[in-house]
C-alpha cells in the first residue's frame, strides 16, 4: 500500500526534480499506474478495495444473511432477526464458523442498507416542557433479586430530573410517579411528553391524536397540563428523557445494590437526584443547578390536595372474610363477611373499605394466587370456634412469627384450665392487639408471666400500669372523719366470721 511519505517522493521527483512518470517507476519501484495516481491525486493516497475478499467459511451463506436482513425492514421492531439468531440458523444449516464473524457481516449489511437520520437542535423555553418514561433496572430488595420499573421525569430546559422504583408499571404507579415528582418539583410544567404507554393512551388515532385513558384525563385536569405523544415506535422524539434511564442506571444503581425495602430504595434514588443537579449535561453551557434557577420560578404551582393515585373496584367479601384482587386474596374482619366493599389499590398498599370506615389495609402483592392475611381479623371467631384454633391458617402464620412468650402464655393456661376454656382465654389476650401497640402487648405478658398468673384481667391491668406510670389512684382525705383514720389497721378476729356463718348460738 503506498504510503502519504512515498506519495510526497513520487510528486516530489516529478513536480520539483522534472524526473518523467517512467524514471520515477523504475527508480522507487511502483508500477506507473500507482505514479500516476499519485501525481494526480494531491490528497492522501488510500487504498480501496476492488475486490471481496474470499470467505471459504462464511462465503455459503452470505447470501441466506443479506435476505434476512432485508426481511427485517417489513418485521415488527421486536420480532426482527438478532446476529445472534441468525447465527444460529446457519449453524444448523452447516456453518462452523465463529458468532463474532457473524455479527461483523451482518452489521456492515445494516450499515449499508441503513439510512441515517439526521436530527435538528432542539431548544426549550422555561417551565414548558418536560418528558416522562420508564425504565428497568435490577436490584436486591430484602434479600432477593428483584427487577424493579424505574419511573423518570425531566425538566427539558434545566435538564432537572426524578427518578423513583416501583414494582410494575401500572396505572396507579404511573399516576403516584407524577405526584412525587411534582411534590420534589414544587409544581408542574404546562406539558408532558410520552410514549403511547397504555396507562394514558387507549387508543391512537390518526397523526399525534390519541383518545386518553379516563382516569388519566381527570388526573391532567386536576393538575392541569397538556399532553403531547411521539409518533409509534419513535423514542428519539424525546431522546433526553430516554438518555437520563440509561445514565440512572448506570450511576444510581450501578453493581445491584442491595436495599430493605423500596422506600429506602427511593430514598436513595431521591439523594442521586439531588446531588446530580451539580452536573453539567453534554453541550450545556450551566449546571443543572444554575439552570433550574432560572426555570424553577415559572412553573405551575401545585392544586390545594393531591388526587388518590389508586385502582378503585367494588368486591365482595367471602365466607372466608377475604376479598379477592388481582387473583390475590386479602383479609377483612370476620364481622364483615358477604359485605360488599372498596377496594383501593396503591402502588405499595391496598385498603378495603366499607361506605367511608377503612376495614383493613395490607402490604400489595404483586404475586398471583397468595393469601394475605391479617391473623387478628379472625381472633373474635376463633373465640367462638376454639376447636379450630389448631388448624386455623391464620394462626398458624401468627405463630411462626409472633414472640416466644406467646407460647409459654398458651402452655401456662392450659395447666390451669380447660382445653377450650385456655384457648378462649388465650385468644381474648391475643385481641389487645387490635387496641393496644403490639410490643407494649407482648411486655405485660412477660411481666403477668413473671407474677405467675397470666390471665386476661392481670395482662391488662400490666398494659395499663406500664403505658400509664404517672396515673397512680386517689388517697383519701380522712382528716375530717378521725374515726376513720384507723379502719382497716385494727387486729383481725376471724370469730366474726363465725357469727356470720354459724349465728351466734353454734358452738365448736
Given at each position: 500500500?503506498?504510503?502519504?511519505?512515498?506519495?510526497?517522493?513520487?510528486?516530489?521527483?516529478?513536480?520539483?526534480?522534472?524526473?518523467?512518470?517512467?524514471?520515477?517507476?523504475?527508480?522507487?519501484?511502483?508500477?506507473?499506474?500507482?505514479?500516476?495516481?499519485?501525481?494526480?491525486?494531491?490528497?492522501?493516497?488510500?487504498?480501496?478495495?476492488?475486490?471481496?475478499?474470499?470467505?471459504?467459511?462464511?462465503?455459503?451463506?452470505?447470501?441466506?444473511?443479506?435476505?434476512?436482513?432485508?426481511?427485517?425492514?417489513?418485521?415488527?421492531?421486536?420480532?426482527?432477526?438478532?446476529?445472534?439468531?441468525?447465527?444460529?440458523?446457519?449453524?444448523?444449516?452447516?456453518?462452523?464458523?465463529?458468532?463474532?464473524?457473524?455479527?461483523?457481516?451482518?452489521?456492515?449489511?445494516?450499515?449499508?442498507?441503513?439510512?441515517?437520520?439526521?436530527?435538528?437542535?432542539?431548544?426549550?423555553?422555561?417551565?414548558?416542557?418536560?418528558?416522562?418514561?420508564?425504565?428497568?433496572?435490577?436490584?436486591?430488595?430484602?434479600?432477593?433479586?428483584?427487577?424493579?420499573?424505574?419511573?423518570?421525569?425531566?425538566?427539558?430546559?434545566?435538564?432537572?430530573?426524578?427518578?423513583?422504583?416501583?414494582?410494575?408499571?401500572?396505572?396507579?404507579?404511573?399516576?403516584?410517579?407524577?405526584?412525587?415528582?411534582?411534590?420534589?418539583?414544587?409544581?408542574?410544567?404546562?406539558?408532558?411528553?410520552?410514549?403511547?404507554?397504555?396507562?394514558?393512551?387507549?387508543?391512537?388515532?390518526?397523526?399525534?391524536?390519541?383518545?386518553?385513558?379516563?382516569?388519566?384525563?381527570?388526573?391532567?385536569?386536576?393538575?392541569?397540563?397538556?399532553?403531547?405523544?411521539?409518533?409509534?415506535?419513535?423514542?428519539?422524539?424525546?431522546?433526553?428523557?430516554?438518555?437520563?434511564?440509561?445514565?440512572?442506571?448506570?450511576?444510581?444503581?450501578?453493581?445491584?445494590?442491595?436495599?430493605?425495602?423500596?422506600?429506602?430504595?427511593?430514598?436513595?434514588?431521591?439523594?442521586?437526584?439531588?446531588?446530580?443537579?451539580?452536573?453539567?449535561?453534554?453541550?450545556?453551557?450551566?449546571?443543572?443547578?444554575?439552570?433550574?434557577?432560572?426555570?424553577?420560578?415559572?412553573?405551575?404551582?401545585?392544586?390545594?390536595?393531591?388526587m388518590a393515585c389508586c385502582n378503585a373496584r367494588e368486591q365482595k367479601v367471602n365466607k372466608y372474610s377475604q376479598v379477592l384482587f388481582e387473583t390475590n386474596r386479602y383479609s377483612v374482619p370476620t364481622d364483615q363477611a358477604y359485605r360488599t366493599v372498596t377496594v383501593r389499590a396503591y402502588p405499595f398498599h391496598l385498603d378495603i373499605l366499607y361506605q367511608d370506615r377503612i376495614l383493613?389495609?395490607?402490604?400489595?402483592?404483586?404475586?398471583?394466587?397468595?393469601?394475605?392475611?391479617?391473623?387478628?381479623?379472625?381472633?373474635?371467631?376463633?373465640?367462638?370456634?376454639?376447636?379450630?384454633?389448631?388448624?386455623?391458617?391464620?394462626?398458624?402464620?401468627?405463630?411462626?412469627?409472633?414472640?416466644?412468650?406467646?407460647?409459654?402464655?398458651?402452655?401456662?393456661?392450659?395447666?390451669?384450665?380447660?382445653?377450650?376454656?385456655?384457648?378462649?382465654?388465650?385468644?381474648?389476650?391475643?385481641?389487645?392487639?387490635?387496641?393496644?401497640?403490639?410490643?407494649?402487648?407482648?411486655?405485660?405478658?412477660?411481666?403477668?408471666?413473671?407474677?405467675?398468673?397470666?390471665?386476661?384481667?392481670?395482662?391488662?391491668?400490666?398494659?395499663?400500669?406500664?403505658?400509664?406510670?404517672?396515673?397512680?389512684?386517689?388517697?383519701?382525705?380522712?382528716?375530717?372523719?378521725?374515726?376513720?383514720?384507723?379502719?382497716?389497721?385494727?387486729?383481725?378476729?376471724?370469730?366474726?366470721?363465725?357469727?356470720?356463718?354459724?349465728?351466734?348460738?353454734?358452738?365448736?
Amino acid at each position: 500500500m503506498l504510503t502519504v511519505a512515498d506519495q510526497y517522493r513520487i510528486r516530489k521527483a516529478y513536480y520539483t526534480e522534472k524526473q518523467s512518470q517512467r524514471a520515477i517507476a523504475r527508480a522507487l519501484g511502483y508500477s506507473r499506474n500507482t505514479v500516476k495516481k499519485a501525481i494526480a491525486q494531491d490528497e492522501p493516497f488510500t487504498y480501496r478495495q476492488e475486490q471481496e475478499r474470499p470467505a471459504p467459511v462464511l462465503g455459503p451463506y452470505k447470501a441466506q444473511l443479506q435476505a434476512w436482513v432485508e426481511a427485517n425492514r417489513g418485521l415488527p421492531r421486536k420480532q426482527r432477526y438478532t446476529a445472534h439468531k441468525m447465527y444460529e440458523l446457519i449453524r444448523e444449516q452447516g456453518y462452523a464458523g465463529a458468532e463474532s464473524t457473524v455479527r461483523y457481516y451482518v452489521g456492515q449489511l445494516r450499515k449499508a442498507s441503513g439510512k441515517q437520520q439526521v436530527y435538528i437542535p432542539l431548544d426549550y423555553d422555561a417551565g414548558v416542557d418536560m418528558q416522562m418514561d420508564w425504565g428497568e433496572a435490577v436490584v436486591k430488595i430484602g434479600g432477593e433479586v428483584t427487577t424493579v420499573k424505574l419511573f423518570v421525569l425531566r425538566w427539558c430546559y434545566s435538564r432537572k430530573g426524578f427518578v423513583a422504583a416501583y414494582p410494575s408499571e401500572k396505572q396507579e404507579c404511573f399516576l403516584d410517579g407524577h405526584v412525587r415528582a411534582f411534590h420534589y418539583f414544587g409544581g408542574t410544567p404546562q406539558r408532558i411528553i410520552y410514549d403511547n404507554l397504555k396507562p394514558a393512551v387507549l387508543r391512537i388515532l390518526q397523526g399525534r391524536n390519541r383518545e386518553e385513558q379516563a382516569t388519566f384525563l381527570a388526573f391532567r385536569n386536576h393538575y392541569v397540563f397538556e399532553s403531547r405523544y411521539c409518533n409509534p415506535a419513535s423514542g428519539h422524539e424525546k431522546g433526553g428523557v430516554e438518555n437520563d434511564v440509561g445514565y440512572v442506571r448506570r450511576n444510581f444503581l450501578a453493581g445491584c445494590p442491595a436495599f430493605a425495602t423500596y422506600d429506602d430504595l427511593n430514598a436513595h434514588l431521591l439523594t442521586q437526584c439531588q446531588q446530580t443537579d451539580q452536573r453539567t449535561v453534554h453541550g450545556q453551557p450551566h449546571t443543572v443547578a444554575e439552570a433550574w434557577q432560572v426555570e424553577s420560578p415559572t412553573i405551575h404551582g401545585l392544586p390545594a390536595y393531591d388526587m388518590a393515585c389508586c385502582n378503585a373496584r367494588e368486591q365482595k367479601v367471602n365466607k372466608y372474610s377475604q376479598v379477592l384482587f388481582e387473583t390475590n386474596r386479602y383479609s377483612v374482619p370476620t364481622d364483615q363477611a358477604y359485605r360488599t366493599v372498596t377496594v383501593r389499590a396503591y402502588p405499595f398498599h391496598l385498603d378495603i373499605l366499607y361506605q367511608d370506615r377503612i376495614l383493613a389495609r395490607h402490604d400489595r402483592s404483586y404475586g398471583r394466587g397468595q393469601d394475605i392475611s391479617d391473623p387478628l381479623h379472625y381472633l373474635p371467631l376463633l373465640e367462638q370456634r376454639p376447636g379450630a384454633f389448631e388448624h386455623a391458617r391464620p394462626m398458624r402464620q401468627l405463630r411462626q412469627h409472633w414472640d416466644p412468650v406467646y407460647e409459654q402464655l398458651l402452655t401456662h393456661l392450659q395447666q390451669r384450665l380447660t382445653s377450650t376454656r385456655a384457648i378462649r382465654e388465650f385468644v381474648r389476650i391475643l385481641s389487645l392487639h387490635r387496641t393496644y401497640p403490639p410490643e407494649a402487648v407482648t411486655a405485660a405478658v412477660h411481666r403477668a408471666l413473671a407474677c405467675g398468673s397470666a390471665h386476661l384481667d392481670n395482662v391488662t391491668l400490666c398494659l395499663h400500669q406500664a403505658l400509664n406510670p404517672d396515673c397512680l389512684p386517689p388517697q383519701l382525705d380522712l382528716s375530717a372523719q378521725p374515726a376513720l383514720a384507723q379502719l382497716g389497721q385494727q387486729p383481725i378476729d376471724l370469730t366474726v366470721y363465725d357469727q356470720f356463718l354459724w349465728g351466734e348460738t353454734h358452738v365448736d
